[in-house]
């Protein structure tokens, strides 16, 4: 594992919980980021940060028999979680899951220039050097391949009506990326990381997954947000005492329960090719 590639330090871990929370962020967004990439089918497909495989088997599924998908993931618990899930799905078959640091990915020399598209969705924020896993991205796909980027900037989350506390809860919870070398706001930096890595830059977009009371998927909405809070509170204990904590977290429950409440998030998108064709 290279010391660029490794998180810096991902408060979230990877217990049963945040695999549920990662679960529940799926349902919220697997479509809607599927509609994005407008896949056609055939494609060969790296995936980095692959997490649980839930992502890389919707992928599957998406370039159907034709093609298949390199799975990269270096946690222990998330690799064991998604070979479960893939081998208890036929598609699974078409992805090939491996160990390995999203900055030096374990591909075959013939692999290299080989891909489609190469593709990573919440990693870069996790990640010391952003650029090097990039470069990677760009050297794995073939002449003409995607290179597609997508990731949080968290400044544009707004909650609405306002719950103080909540929001001040919200703003320890960013204070710990910067403390552990992480970027919470990497998403408007993806273009400029594209062109700094030698792409060129296609297209920038936004995919909304924020929600509101009664649209059906609020109530994931809203366990999302709360199992990212509870999550990370060690880490956030340290920017903010124990009784703003609860305090914070109490009111964010209650807002959670509003007719009128509503949650605006999206996540940054950006793509480029590899120049060349093929």
Request: glycine share 10%.
């Amino acid at each position: 594992m290279s010391a660029v590639g490794r998180p810096a330090q991902y408060v979230h871990g990877s217990d049963p919980a945040e695999q549920e929370r990662l679960r529940l962020l799926n349902t919220i967004l697997n479509q809607r980021h599927l509609d994005a990439l407008a896949l056609r089918g055939g494609e060969r497909v790296l995936e980095l940060g692959a997490g649980t495989g839930v992502f890389a088997l919707e992928l599957a599924r998406a370039v159907g028999p034709r093609g298949s998908v390199v799975a990269i993931e270096q946690d222990e618990r998330q690799l064991a979680a998604a070979r479960e899930l893939l081998a208890a799905h036929p598609e699974g078959a078409r992805v090939d899951v491996r160990a390995g640091d999203a900055a030096a990915p374990p591909l075959r020399a013939g692999e290299w220039g080989s891909f489609d598209l190469a593709h990573a969705r919440f990693l870069l924020e996790h990640v010391r050097d952003p650029l090097a896993i990039v470069r990677a991205m760009l050297r794995a796909a073939r002449p003409g391949g995607r290179i597609v980027l997508a990731d949080d900037d968290h400044d544009v989350l707004r909650f609405h009506p306002e719950p103080p506390a909540a929001e001040a809860l919200f703003r320890a919870y960013l204070r710990t990326y910067a403390a552990r070398g992480n970027d919470a706001f990497v998403g408007r930096k993806l273009v400029a990381l594209l062109a700094e890595a030698g792409a060129e830059p296609t297209r920038n977009d936004w995919v909304f997954f924020g929600g509101c009371a009664g649209d059906g998927r609020f109530a994931a909405v809203v366990a999302n947000m709360r199992g990212i809070l509870t999550g990370a509170r060690e880490a956030i204990l340290e920017f903010l005492p124990q009784a703003a904590y609860d305090a914070g977290l109490r009111a964010y429950d209650a807002w959670g329960e509003r007719a009128d409440a509503a949650l605006w998030f999206a996540m940054c998108w950006a793509e480029g090719r590899r120049p060349g064709a093929r």
